[in-house]
């Protein structure tokens, strides 16, 4: 998907750009604004972090050191490219779902590769990375809109 059909659902702070760096984009969801932002108090070993907020006292919290990329959207959820802050691992990824149940990220998940491949099916796209550094093949990983379920797959299949 072109990066030009996300920009309905990605808007930059005005305020964050004046400063020159950003520290918030916002998300136009089917329920809803949702903000993202770089989290001062909250945040992984490192002491860094992302929190959500969406609908008042909705809260989420993602590892990430800086603000996501979005790869792509479908229904309720979002895919989120965010960053660890390395070179060995550039990028990993989360689900952000915001439906009549909540606001919820799910746990980080990834190979490590900074892109991958979306595979249309029934419900959200399956995402498949390649797998780094354990030899050929790939991992497509699944989202349930809850959960992200892991499967390897052999060269040339998806």
Not at 8 to 13: D, E, G, Q
Not at 81 to 100: I, Q
Request: aromatic share 6%.
């Amino acid at each position: 998907m072109r990066r030009s059909a996300l920009l309905p659902f990605l808007m930059l702070s005005t305020a964050a750009l004046a400063e020159g760096q950003p520290s918030l984009i916002w998300l136009d969801m089917p329920r809803g604004k949702v903000s993202i932002e770089i989290n001062g108090v909250e945040g992984n070993e490192n002491g860094h972090g992302l929190v959500v907020h969406a609908g008042g006292d909705k809260e989420a919290l993602i590892d990430s050191e800086s603000l996501p990329d979005v790869v792509t959207k479908s229904g309720d959820s979002v895919l989120l490219r965010v960053f660890t802050g390395g070179n060995a691992c550039p990028a990993m990824y989360a689900w952000l779902t915001y439906d009549r149940e909540g606001l919820r990220a799910t746990p980080t998940f990834g190979t490590c590769a900074e892109d991958g491949e979306l595979v249309p099916g029934t419900g959200h796209p399956a995402f498949v990375l390649d797998k780094l550094g354990n030899g050929p093949g790939k991992i497509r990983y699944d989202f349930d809109g809850r959960t992200v379920r892991e499967t390897p797959i052999r060269a040339g299949r998806t």
